[in-house]
């Protein structure tokens, strides 16, 4: 098979926000036209809303936000900010998880969640990545497969899990 073009670490981390943001266009699409109808199909979007955001945030957390904080110590004050989003994000996905049905409750969640990670990804798109494209000490392709990897191993875990 091809080898398909490595993403950066960037390319990789916006292609995860992007894959996210269709799963929340979604949900809200199907919680405005069919709320009845599409329960089911809301909860299974929520899950894989919550479980796509727990990785990402915990790959950001434990490799790509560590690495800039070293090769920019002037981007320290945003990824202070930037983990500061990622709780509030984590205490709306517990919530989502506990409530497990879909209905009134949770559409509004998902809607705060998806505000909140709307705005959490504009800062890292605006500030952090330009600051770690700037960075001489970031090899972001290095970045970029070590992401991969970890992100691999943190779906398989969970996939284990499950069932
Ligand atoms: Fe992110
Ligand atoms: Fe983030």
Do not use: N, W
């Not at 989502?96 to 969640?109: H, N, P």
Request: aromatic letters at 4%; hydrophobic letters at 40%; one cysteine or more.
């Amino acid at each position: 098979m091809p080898q398909l073009a490595q993403k950066d670490a960037c390319e990789l981390l916006d292609a995860d926000h992007l894959a996210v943001k269709h799963l929340f266009v979604e949900y809200a699409r199907l919680a405005k036209a069919m709320p009845a109808e599409s329960t089911a199909d809301r909860e299974a979007l929520a899950r894989k809303i919550c479980d796509e955001l727990t990785v990402h945030t915990q790959i950001e957390e434990d490799i790509f936000y560590p690495a800039l904080r070293q090769a920019a110590p002037d981007a320290g004050d945003v990824i202070d900010e930037g983990i500061e989003e990622h709780h509030e994000a984590k205490v709306l996905i517990s919530q989502i998880r506990e409530l497990g049905t879909a209905g009134a409750e949770m559409d509004k969640l998902v809607a705060e969640l998806a505000r909140a990670v709307e705005h959490h990804v504009k800062e890292e798109r605006d500030e952090l990545f330009p600051k770690a494209k700037a960075a001489p000490g970031m090899d972001l392709m290095s970045l970029g497969e070590q992401l991969r990897d970890r992100q691999r191993e943190l779906e398989a875990a969970a996939s284990s899990t499950d069932a």
